[in-house]
């Protein structure tokens, strides 16, 4: 799939190679305390869709921390619950002992 965060997007700051941006995103998502997938987690990653080329990370985050985003970018908005939606699922059959199988 591709990924549509690597390539420049206007939120590049003044001489910032869009490399860079994503670096420094990261940064202050975790510097914010941004949810990061668990390890038990990351076997499903590729199983989680409609992310539209964006991280899962991504997609929570700009929901928590997007004001108005369901009127200022609905496609987001609507990428990102989906995305909620499937991680919570997961959380889910995890504490009811209904994920099997050994990590890839």
Do not use: C, S
């Amino acid at each position: 799939m591709h990924d549509t965060r690597a390539m420049p997007n206007g939120t590049e700051r003044e001489g910032e190679h869009w490399n860079a941006r994503l670096i420094r995103e990261k940064a202050e998502r975790k510097a914010a305390g941004a949810w990061e997938m668990p390890d038990w987690m990351e076997q499903y990653r590729d199983l989680i869709g409609n992310t539209g080329g964006n991280t899962v990370e991504d997609l929570l985050y700009r929901l928590e921390t997007t004001e108005r985003l369901a009127f200022t970018n609905i496609v987001v908005f609507t990428m990102a619950t989906d995305v909620k939606a499937q991680v919570g699922l997961l959380y889910r059959l995890r504490q009811a002992g209904m994920l099997r199988g050994e990590p890839r």
